[in-house]
């Protein structure tokens, strides 16, 4: 591997350091980032295959990208699209705040109905126990009870006490 980079290192036999090469392994320690010797080797290696096959170099550039300038009008459509993003944003945020509130809400009143509906179920059983004990008592004494009790009696209609 140390050969082969050498070899890199050196311009096509003419015993010189590529230049290329060494301005991306200053910049590469300059910067922490391996991202220049990286391309340099690729374009290194790419040339060093053409070579062999007895095709022409290629004469590669790597361009950093410049920082444009904006007009002021798209400075301010920029300005513009970014205050009507953040009042969408907003919004949206409002919204979702309002619909979680609302389900809150809706959680809330399910709750409170259904601890109703169970209470009711605990009433009328209870009720139902009260009715079966009534009427196991009524069988049981079905012949002395019926002549005592006349149908029409408050003893008898007054089911919920």
Do not use: W
Request: hydrophobic share 30%; proline share 2%.
């Amino acid at each position: 591997m140390a050969a082969t980079c050498y070899d890199r290192l050196m311009a096509s036999g003419s015993g010189r350091i590529d230049d290329k090469l060494a301005y991306a392994a200053v910049r590469a320690l300059q910067d922490g980032n391996l991202t220049p010797i990286i391309k340099e080797e690729l374009r290194l290696t790419i040339q060093s295959k053409r070579l062999k096959k007895g095709q022409d170099e290629l004469s590669v550039t790597f361009r950093e990208p410049s920082e444009e300038r904006l007009t002021e009008d798209e400075a301010e459509r920029r300005r513009t699209r970014r205050e009507n993003n953040k009042l969408a944003a907003q919004k949206c945020r409002a919204k979702r705040r309002e619909r979680a509130e609302a389900l809150e809400r809706e959680v809330d009143i399910l709750e409170s109905q259904n601890n109703e509906l169970r209470d009711q179920i605990l009433a009328l059983e209870r009720e139902r126990n009260r009715l079966h004990e009534v009427f196991s008592d009524h069988a049981v004494c079905a012949g002395s009870c019926a002549s005592t009790t006349a149908p029409d009696s408050p003893e008898v209609m007054d089911l919920t006490s």
